[in-house]
């Protein structure tokens, strides 16, 4: 191991990356244009859920019940119709979520103490979504009828839970996807970016001048990792301004430790792009593996999109060999909670393991050519 | 002499096919070493196991005293290697390329800013240091790879075919840098399929199919074909080589430009049945004389005694 061999590598690379406008752009644009995106327009919460109306009763109580519904802010009546037919063909094209039927005995029947139903249809091809509006609904109708029954009067219910929310207290999602975006930006620099690296030197026949010369597999593998380690922590930086200062998230943890936690992860990631690109020698090819092998577990099964506590017991067992789930834990988890290190040890210990695998992979697969 | 590279039985296989069988020979310092034969003969295969780039599948060779099978590293540092290819970094600039090979051979400090300006002036660069380059002509690269290759001063160089694609000035230019090394002492081990190019080396290998089929300098070589040939010219050069090849005493007859070599048993009955061949096919002859083979000459001939077909 020589620093100077190392410093030569780290070096060139820097420099043909400067020089590589499409690297470039996949190494700054790319990163915050994802934030911006994900920030802005995606956004998992539900709110002001569009509902239709078929108020069959006309009295007082089906109004003040509908007035209930609108009251909550989950839900807004765009749509009052007249027949139950409408309905069908309402939530069928999508125009509303959730359709409340009001029957003409409705008043009635609460009048006499009766039970008195009212029928809700949810548009169920958002299983998700129509879950969450169904939950609401049901609470909402719970809330009415606990009023029906003081007679209008404030009535104390024997058991009452308190919520408070805690770490995203205002339950946006917006909290949630920030952080998480940060380690998909870095699978996507660390994979997509190496993968090119090595591919790239195959191809234009430049690894063979290298491999005659001095150089150790493990400076060729160091030295490419630098200049791409310094790219990530440039990105976590604007990625942890632009979060907290253009779209607002909180941010309650200590700065050093995500830094700590995003190098050894960085390090992990990066050494299996280096292997990826070694081991197949082309660029196009290295590129598409990069794609299935990191950027899209990153994105589906790291906890990420979905909650990997509701997949199927398969998925959720081989989550544990990705990753990104442990290291969107820990940004999660210093961003919103302002954990430390006593939380967060075994995903740096889970990330320590991924590094070393990820180094000796990419050092061990130069054997064949380079000493 | 000292042996700079010393090649005992070196084999490579891939897979079935024997890219190097059973190769021996050895290499004197100071001595410009040539390698001769068409693509595909098992040239580039030799070299790059005695660069330390490919394993032998059998086999022993010693480069500057190490064991290419053992002491690769130590290999490395004391030779220069410049291959088929252009290799340097084109998206680096001239001084870029040179600084990077001089910290990936431990060239560093005054040392550096002293072969840095050898390299440009070698390589006549000197204004051309923060150009690309990938705007240099093919000429200005190969003499700068070869800069980068010679950094370190090392005591072997290997060129593999170094001046393929160069036109022939920048090819003589190139050779007058070979001529330097070699006299201020370094081993030049170099591969060609130029017959031109050959005649420079003080002494040549022939290769085809892996095997070494001739050894020893080009004048020597040239020398010892016994069978006299014929160059000759004529109005339709295909035709006639078809006709002579089954005139009586002549063992072969190939095209060389727009000439015909002719390679016969007899020198004094020869030309006679090859004009009478040319009569009877209706062809001139303009010129018929005896000539000094030619390399090329030397190599088809070999070929042939050993029963093979040049391959590539």
Redesign the interface.
Known sequence: MSLSRLWAMSRKEAIQLSRDPSSLALAFLLPMALLLFFGYAISFDVKDIKMAVLDQSQTQHSRSLIEAFERSGYFRVVRHIERYDDTDRLLGRGDVRLALVIPPRFSQDLMAGRPAPVQLLLDGADANTATIARNYADAIVARYSVTVLGGGAALTIPVEAESRVWYNETLESRNMVVPGLIAVIMAIIATMLTALTIAREWERGTMEQLAATPVHRLEVVLGKLLPYVGIGLVDVTLAVLAGVLILGVPFHGNVLLLFGMTLLFLIGALGLGIFISAAVKTQVLATQVAMIVSFLPALLLSGFMFSIDTMPIVLRIFTYLIQSRYFITVTRGIFLKGVGVQTLWIEGLAMIVFAIVGLTLATRVFKKEIA | MSEAVHVSELTRKFGDFVAVDRVTFDVSQGEIFGFLGPNGAGKTTTIKML???LRPTSGSARVAGFDVNRE??QI??R?G?M?Q????????TVD?NI????????V?GPRFVERRDWVLRMADLSNERRRLTAELSLGFKQRLALGCAVIHEPPILFLDEPTSGVDPIARRAFWDLIYDFAAAGTTVFVSTHYMEEAEYCHRLALMNRGKLIAMDRPVALKQALDEPILRLETDNTPEAVEALQKTPGVIDAAMFGRAVHITVTDESTAPDAVRATLAAAGRTCESLERITPSLEDVFVSLVRREGGAVIG
């Open positions: 660069t330390g780039l690769i590293p490395k540092t030779i290697y291959s290819l252009f290799s340097l970094y084109s998206d680096l870029e600084q990077l090979f001089g910290g990936l051979y431990g560093t």
